[in-house]
């Protein structure tokens, strides 16, 4: 309950297009990740179903992130070969 001459309501009705903190309704749920040791201890989360699916996602961004270092390795082997060619 603010009064008419409270500055942050003076204030919020001079800029009514800002909106103030509201709690969120909706619980928010722990974020879990894995760590560079509990990678090598996988024997850890074998019955963790949402542990299981955060290794097998992790697994894969990783695998599609090397695959891409590699194709970009690969072209640029490619282009150096072909431009020391012309230049022989």
Known sequence: MYCYY?????YNQRNHYITL???STKPTKPNRSL???E?????????DCEMKKIME???R????RFEEYN?????N??????????DI
């Open 6 to 10: 409270h500055p942050r309501y003076i």
């Open 21 to 23: 903190h509201t709690p």
């Open 35 to 37: 760590c560079e040791y």
């Open 39 to 47: 990678l090598y201890a996988p024997t850890n989360y074998d019955n």
């Open 57 to 59: 996602n992790f697994d």
């Open 61 to 64: 961004v990783t695998r599609r």
């Open 71 to 75: 194709e970009g390795i690969i072209k």
């Open 77 to 86: 082997r490619q282009k150096c070969k072909e431009q020391c060619d012309k």
